[in-house]
């Protein structure tokens, strides 16, 4: 089946193609936008990368991008945030969707990256090997693997697979030919479009280098050279991303390394078999599984054939057999998983490695493929596979291990007429059109298969709530040009998700202002002042806005809570602070607990530079081990610091529902006059010291004065804040309610002077007595010497190829 003998066929339509209509089938039986009325508001694509893309297609289309946003929590550079999750240029495509259906896009984004990987595979076995249609049964293998079936949603990871064929193609070059070009900027893409399975990258590509001169025996100095210089200007030159992203990302919990992470231990068994057969893993073990080895019976079955087969020379079995071997380690041993993972453990997701080994037993697949003598070994070759298959569900279930038993049939049937199909691929085209439908139906089921347990959202519902809350917050916006936050708990949008949704991201998605976050770039000191406040933190991935005081909601500039539902719209308005507030200097030693009312006291009384109490405890009448009689001392919101292990809570026989709230975070338990009984009971005792009373009448009058000494703004945008302000006091300074962050340039009558961290993680400027005028401008850390850093490595890699220097 040579291209020659073929006319009016491409083979590079084919290659894209071929996966483009296994995955729209899968999406048309699944019903999936733009096929149906479901879409993947699942997992992270429901809860993250639906806010985060529908913000950057925000950014696009008005034309206004800053690197700075406040809708990221309380306000954060979204320069680590973007360069994780939104450089792909298929995002570019964003712009042509409406904000309302940026699911469909998500859907036809991955449909296309699916598409590519298969096309660029292909080249690299058309470039590598021979032109042959047959070529495109193994590139289709690898855009379908089973990284691709198990993390498709996790939409960024799909662009370092689409540049590892031209990645390794360009390594080559550079090795046979002395040509750098394409490994460069192949490389460079790659880390530019996700740093973090960039990284990875980087790490295979030393291990197919040193492949290559154990394949060859040429461990030359020249070669070695060569590689390392292109690979450091490689990287390099994307330090325009790398050095503030770097920078960044040391602000949020992954600067913190653990211990147990680094031990020598497995980090699974002998049940990884299981994973060679279709669905070994599936949506509902995404948290946790083995790796997915996946890439079709066919392939393993030829693996195995690689190195049985006596006309694949010594030298070949040994470099290839030991890559895969480095490679599985890499995933077997948990210290060298941890180091490819960018010396974490993942948080769900494992193994996200494993496409490295898929992609070398693929072409080691491939390479057994091209031989003509293997006949005599298939049978021997199937059984091993099938034999390793029954073995490993047998070790799942004896294990415990969540598997569904029905697909080992399936996985056996599928090996086994892979088997017998490739044992007469040469006799009739008829045989190997049927081994190509064969493998493509296999790939489909796995694909498909691999989201049962998935709960779709329903796609015209999320159009048509996301348009009418959409309207609300333009509403608030139009009627409203201060500074404020919104805290967005309940939604219409909630109504599209068939699964809990905590809209956490609600401020990225509305194009506000808002309090919680959920990303893996959230801003760590934010977040544990935050979650000494009272805010609840699932991990060091989440803040929600859930343990809010009328307090905190001032302190934070929370002036509107909107509560939507299917038949009421509800927007209430509070008292709130603005941005920046003059404040005494004192406010600086304030230092956070583990009390998050006190702590609250605490701020508040030295805002106001008063001693009183804002909180006050209530009169206890009575109490028995799980029910408590009191009466408040003030009119006001009744707050409870919530126990460990409390499970049920009622105040005067009405419910409160408080199992979405965490340990030592706030509970509001209503709004009760002075005096009034009121009847506690709860799973546990609840002792007096975890309840207070805000005094709202003290606590109204202290906001309105502190408003009457505030910074007035005059321009306010995401990175570039303009105010005046008058300090009438000496000691004094201005408190903003923005978390410090170093990229905050602050210049006072024309003259720079340094911002100062306050209460945890918030922001103070001392100033002198008088009449000021503040600017605040945001410059993103690391941005400057990064753009530096990457234009020379261009200048210097340009000059070198000019010149004909040691690289070309």
């Known amino acids: 089946m040579n291209l020659n003998k073929i006319k009016k066929i491409s083979y590079y339509p084919i290659a894209f193609l071929i996966p483009f209509i296994i995955v729209t089938l899968v999406f048309v039986n699944l019903h999936l936008t733009p096929f149906g009325n479901q879409n993947l508001l699942i997992s992270d694509t429901g809860t993250q990368y639906l806010s985060f893309l529908t913000y950057l297609r925000n950014e696009l289309v008005s034309g206004h991008f800053s690197f700075y946003s406040f809708s990221l929590s309380l306000g954060d550079n979204i320069f680590p945030l973007m360069a994780y999750y939104l450089l792909s240029p298929f995002n570019l495509l964003l712009v042509f969707f409406s904000a309302n259906q940026i699911t469909t896009a998500i859907d036809v984004i991955i449909l296309l990256k699916i598409s590519t990987i298969g096309l660029t595979m292909s080249y690299f076995l058309k470039k590598v090997y021979q032109p042959k249609l047959s070529n495109l049964i193994f590139s289709t293998a690898f855009a379908m693997s089973g990284f691709v079936a198990l993390y498709f949603y996790d939409l960024m990871w799909l662009d370092a697979l689409i540049m590892l064929p031209l990645v390794t193609l360009g390594i080559r070059r550079l090795f046979y030919e002395g040509r750098s070009k394409l490994y460069v900027f192949s490389l460079l893409i790659t880390i530019v479009t996700n740093y973090y399975l960039g990284y990875m990258t980087c790490l295979f590509s030393v291990c197919y280098f040193l492949y290559l001169c154990l394949l060859e025996k040429k461990f030359q100095g020249r070669k070695i050279g060569k590689y390392l210089l292109s690979s450091v200007l490689s990287g390099l030159m994307s330090a325009v991303i790398l050095i503030p992203t770097l920078l960044g990302m040391m602000q949020t919990s992954k600067q913190q390394l653990k211990l147990a992470s680094f031990l020598p231990t497995p980090t699974f068994g002998i049940s990884v078999f299981n994973q060679l057969g279709v669905a070994g893993s599936d949506y509902t073990q995404r948290i946790s599984h083995n790796p997915s080895f996946y890439a079709t019976g066919l392939v393993a079955i030829l693996v195995l054939l690689f190195f049985f087969n006596r006309n694949i020379s010594r030298q070949q079995k040994k470099s290839t057999g030991l890559l895969l071997l480095v490679l599985f380690l890499s995933l077997f041993v948990r210290t060298f998983n941890t180091i490819w993972h960018m010396f974490q453990q993942p948080a769900g997701f494992p193994f996200r490695n494993v496409y490295f080994f898929a992609f070398i037993a693929i072409i080691a697949a491939y390479e057994a493929f091209q031989q003509k003598n293997f006949y005599s070994q298939i049978f021997l070759a199937t059984i091993l596979v099938l034999a390793m298959v029954t073995i490993g569900y047998f070790f799942a279930i004896r294990d415990g291990q969540y598997v569904s038993v029905k697909f080992l049939p399936i996985s056996l049937g599928f090996i086994a007429v892979s088997g017998l199909l490739l044992a007469f691929y040469q006799r009739s085209n008829f045989i190997k059109a049927a081994l190509v439908i064969m493998v493509c139906l296999e790939l489909l089921v796995n694909f498909n298969f691999g989201l049962t347990g998935a709960k779709f959202g329903d796609q015209l519902s999320y159009q048509k709530n996301y348009r009418i809350e959409k309207k609300w917050f333009q509403k608030i916006q139009k009627s409203d040009s201060s500074f404020y936050r919104i805290d967005n708990e309940k939604s219409l949008i909630n109504g599209a998700f068939d699964i809990k949704y905590n809209n956490y991201n609600d401020a990225l998605l509305f194009n506000s202002r808002g309090v919680s976050l959920y990303s893996s770039t959230l801003n760590d000191q934010t977040r544990q002042m935050l979650s000494k406040l009272g805010y609840y933190s699932l991990n060091s991935r989440r803040i929600s806005a859930l343990g809010e005081t009328k307090l905190t909601d001032a302190l934070l500039s929370v002036k509107y809570r909107l509560h939507m539902s299917k038949h009421d719209y509800d927007l209430f308005e509070h008292k709130a602070l603005s941005l920046g507030i003059v404040a005494d200097q004192s406010l ?125 703004l005059y321009k306010i945008s995401a990175s570039h804040i303009l105010g005046t302000v008058d300090i009438s006091k000496s000691n004094q300074g201005v408190f903003l309610s923005i978390p410090f962050d170093k990229g905050w340039q602050v210049h006072v009558d024309g003259k720079k002077v340094p911002l100062q961290r306050a209460v945890g993680n918030l922001s103070y400027l001392k100033l002198s007595k008088g009449f000021h005028q503040i600017e605040l401008q945001y410059q993103v850390p690391g941005l400057k010497i990064g753009a530096i850093v990457s234009f020379l490595a261009v200048v210097i890699y340009l000059g070198i190829i000019e010149r004909k220097k040691f690289l070309s």
């Open 588 to 712: 600086l030693k304030v230092t956070l607990g583990n009390n998050a009312l006190q702590n609250q006291e605490r701020i508040w009384q030295s805002l106001t530079d008063k001693v009183q109490g804002y909180f006050v405890t209530p009169a206890v009448q009575s109490k028995t081990t799980k029910s408590l009689t009191i009466k408040p001392q003030k009119t006001g919101q009744l707050y409870l610091l919530k126990p460990k292990g409390l499970k049920s809570l009622s105040v005067n026989n009405k419910k409160i529902d408080s199992s979405s709230v965490g340990t030592g975070d706030v509970i509001n338990l209503g709004k009760f006059q002075q005096n009034q009984t009121l009847t506690i009971n709860s799973s546990k005792q609840i002792p007096i010291k975890k309840l207070a009373t805000l005094d709202e009448n003290t606590f109204d009058k202290s906001v309105t004065k502190l408003q009457q000494h505030k910074m007035n």
